[in-house]
């Protein structure tokens, strides 16, 4: 699963209910992003609130589930027949239970010999389903269980979580048809535990079925499900009935159905179907969306050794999904951030839709072929498949871009000091969603390459391919990985795995240097100041002096430890962690002109990004901006943008050196960010002279520029603004929707407020200054009609994000918005404030 609210990304990107999650970043206090509203709502560190979470015990294992649903759109039900074939795992047993969810329940029987015999049951809570069979089975014999039960998922009232926002496990999309342009859909969403709300089973990821599964549905529509489609059969009453079966056993919440009017794209990975699976509207851009599916397949293939497991793979994308995506074996389901326009795509680069693909794609083997025994050993499926995305970035776009993707995922686990105490690998936590956080994503994938660094790429990879093959088609735990590891490199890593799977946090470090020119020895000081305990570190120092580099590998275990390397003359640079490979926050206390040198000889992504850190820390100082002026050039786009975004441009110096290297990059850049960002800087200078710039930017085919330019101009001419904003309403999307949306809401009136209650309904991501400027222009706008649906609008987001903390804020709002409509003798409007408020605070 991808998980929104632990990715960050420098990209302005349209979220959906996924991670309503997977990730609005950013780290920006300026930012109202779920993200940040759900760092403030960790779990609690109370050992006394937290259980111990054994792997659940294996009385029944499921052998085979038979499915025959159909759909009530009106009622949002699924009327169900299922026929379940179990065996005891070990012991005999004369008893079955079964997670069902909200159910009712009309029938349940023992199938043998062609005859259905009732068995008596009780339905606890309406939850689980304990059955007396009728005899006692041994391990060697098989039973069939026959449920005849209605599925209510809207009637459920089990809550989501912040990585999973619900737990109906099946949805109906606007099923009435009342909302205009929005499709009618039904998808399953099975994690973590959640497939019971639509079929009864043993809803355990340590369980494993084979799966036949006959959907009838309108025949206008598309289905898709797990494994290969057998049969389609049309009923002659306006339905079509399709089966789906699943031949190799798979985990009950990696079932799954999609019901909707989709086109299908067919693509190929060698002989196997891969397909895409979009709403009509982006079907023309299938392949630019989903198209490097079969090349990630082969790579990932040859480098785990072990060929896609699957006989076909699917990816359909869907509406209002309530997480990122999901990797159900076979048929991945994504929310509709992944999809794009040509010209959104324009200003994609490997950017969270990408990353997604390539995540969940990881899964079908670390998750799907190989799965975690338990939630507490999730680490098993999603550290890996938080690793893959840095992988596929890696042989795709080069190691600049997979350090970026490292880096910036250890700032997002860095950012939530919850996250410092808990170890990778819990059997003591509150719920199971709980894991699903920036310790078992963001460190895990860390944690990872810090261990791919330490073994090194041939025996990392080669652990891989004995994990996988020793434990294909079952469930492994974390020690399994630790095993395969020291079998393929022959070193002990109890030492590893007890420090960073069985335990928490992680260093900090303080590196101070000292040269003694008597001794020509250069010294090198390294503290770790963390109070919790003292990490086991083995990393590269590289010391550039007279031309040359001479790297020394060298391990520091000690709370305190002294390094003395012997030089000619002192170096011009000591660069601890030459790989920038630790997990760990530093405070490295070079010089300017050392992090000069480092910009411009140390060779990696992140020796460049402290240099021009350090730099934007020191734009008075010429070091400072020789490394700036520099990066501003930058072979890597991400550090270009960093560079553009760290000028002060309040400084005389800065300002006449940079000025002709950042008109150059808004025209000519080959990056469409980069071109956005240098547009954005001049746009805060408000000089005239670059008006000319600005319209001729206008003219770009990427969103990213358009936006930038409007809402520069609009910094120097209000009226142009918006009058170049109503003509490109028409054909807007990407980053040109919320400039354009920023336009209107401080400068529009009521002939922009169609588009701007649009804009602002359709992002589930909204930018704090945009919500606040929204609500402004609800408070100014003049016809009390357009002011009751801005205040709906912003009461919405009260109450759809009151679980993280928001809630307090958005009343606040409010009653400044109602202080304005009062003045303006709108009574109206002030009591519809009143009324919202009051569903806010009453909102569960």
Request: hydrophobic share 35%; proline share 4%; with cysteine.
């Amino acid at each position: 699963m991808m998980n929104l609210h632990y990715r960050s990304t420098t990209q302005n990107i349209k979220l959906t209910g996924n991670l309503f999650f997977r990730l609005c970043l950013i780290l920006l206090p300026s930012t109202l992003t779920l993200r940040a509203a759900c760092q403030n709502q960790q779990p609690a560190n109370d050992p006394a609130m937290k259980i111990y979470r054994e792997v659940p015990p294996k009385i029944n294992d499921l052998v085979h589930t038979k499915l025959d649903v159909r759909f009530d759109y009106k009622k949002c039900y699924l009327y169900g027949k299922e026929w379940v074939t179990l065996k005891p795992h070990f012991y005999p047993t004369d008893s079955l239970r079964l997670d069902a969810k909200g159910m009712d329940i009309k029938n349940i029987s023992l199938t043998k010999n062609g005859r259905n015999i009732p068995l008596k049951y009780h339905y606890d809570d309406s939850l689980s389903l304990n059955i007396h069979l009728d005899k006692v089975y041994r391990n060697n014999e098989e039973y069939t269980i026959y449920i005849d039960y209605t599925a209510r998922p809207n009637e459920l009232k089990l809550k989501g979580s912040a990585a999973i926002n619900a737990a109906k496990g099946l949805y109906f999309i606007n099923p009435d048809s009342v909302e205009k342009g929005k499709p009618v859909q039904i998808w399953t969403q099975g994690e973590t535990e959640s497939s019971s709300a639509w079929f009864p089973t043993i809803d355990k990821p340590s369980q494993r079925t084979t799966e036949d599964i006959s959907m009838t549905v309108p025949a206008k529509y598309v289905t898709l499900s797990n494994g290969r489609l057998v049969s389609q059969k049309n009923n002659g009453n306006g339905t079509r009935t399709d089966t789906w079966i699943m031949d190799k056993p798979l985990p009950p919440y990696l079932f799954m159905m999609a019901v909707g009017n989709f086109k299908i794209y067919h693509d190929y990975w060698r002989n196997k179907e891969v397909n895409y699976y979009l709403e009509p509207k982006y079907a023309p851009y299938a392949k630019e969306i989903l198209g490097l599916t079969p090349e990630m397949m082969e790579f990932y293939s040859k480098l785990l050794g072990v060929d896609y497991p699957w006989n076909k793979y699917s990816q359909v994308i869907v509406r209002d999904y309530v997480s990122g995506s999901m990797e159900n074996t076979t048929a991945t389901l994504h929310g509709s951030q992944v999809q794009h326009t040509h010209r959104e795509l324009m200003d994609t680069y490997y950017d969270f839709a990408q990353q997604s693909i390539a995540h969940e794609l990881f899964h079908q083997w670390f998750g799907d072929y190989v799965t975690a025994k338990s939630w507490s050993n999730l680490t098993c499926n999603e550290s890996f498949a938080n690793f893959s995305e840095m992988l596929w970035a890696e042989h795709k776009y080069g190691k600049d871009e997979a350090d970026f993707r490292n880096y910036q995922d250890m700032q997002a686990y860095l950012a939530t000091p919850g996250n410092y105490t808990k170890d990778l690998v819990r059997y003591h936590y509150v719920d199971k969603e709980d894991m699903f956080d920036g310790v078992s994503y963001q460190k895990g994938g860390r944690i990872l390459n810090m261990m791919r660094n330490y073994l090194g790429d041939a025996a990392f990879f080669k652990g891989l391919i004995i994990y996988l093959r020793a434990n294909a088609d079952k469930n492994a735990d974390a020690q399994q990985l630790r095993l395969a590891e020291e079998e393929a490199s022959g070193r002990d890593l109890n030492w590893f795995f007890n420090q960073w799977y069985y335990g928490a946090g992680h260093p900090v470090l303080k590196i101070d240097y000292k040269w003694d020119d008597a001794a020509k020895k250069q010294i090198v000081y390294i503290q770790q100041t963390q109070s919790d305990k003292v990490f086991k570190l083995p990393f590269a120092i590289d010391i550039y002096a007279g031309g040359k580099v001479e790297r020394h590998k060298v391990w520091v275990s000690d709370q305190a430890d002294t390094l003395t390397f012997d030089a000619a003359a002192k170096p011009d640079l000591v660069n601890v962690d030459g790989d920038k490979i630790l997990l760990c926050k530093k405070t490295d206390n070079k010089t300017i002109d050392e992090f000069a040198f480092q910009y411009f000889n140390a060779p990696l992504y992140l020796d460049r990004n402290e240099a021009i850190t350090a730099g934007a820390a020191h734009q008075t100082d010429e070091s400072g901006r020789k490394i700036l002026m520099a990066a501003l050039k930058d072979k890597y786009y991400g550090l270009r943008i960093k560079a553009i975004n760290s000028l002060n441009m309040s400084n005389d110096d800065v300002r006449s050196a940079a000025l002709p290297i950042l008109t150059g990059l808004a025209k000519t850049d080959d990056n469409t960010l980069v071109r956005a960002a240098a547009i954005t800087v001049l746009g805060k200078l408000k000089a005239p002279a670059n008006m000319d710039l600005f319209k001729a930017a206008l003219r770009s085919p990427s969103y990213a520029i358009e936006g930038a330019s409007l809402l520069a101009i609009h910094q120097l001419d209000t009226a142009r603004a918006v009058s170049f904003a109503k003509g490109l309403e028409h054909d807007s999307g990407g980053a040109l929707v919320p400039a354009i949306l920023t336009i209107y809401t401080k400068s529009g009136g009521e002939d922009q407020w169609p588009f701007a209650l649009k804009a602002f309904n359709e992002p589930q991501f909204v930018p704090f200054n945009t919500i606040r400027n929204f609500a402004a222009m609800t408070g100014r706008i003049g016809k009390p009609e357009y002011a009751q649906q801005g205040i709906a609008s912003l009461k919405r987001i009260g109450i759809q994000y009151k679980p993280f903390g928001v809630a307090g804020t958005i009343i606040d709002i409010l009653k400044t918005v109602k202080s304005q409509r009062a003045a303006l003798n709108d009574e109206a409007s002030a009591k519809a404030v009143d009324d919202a408020i009051a569903d806010i605070n009453n909102a569960n």
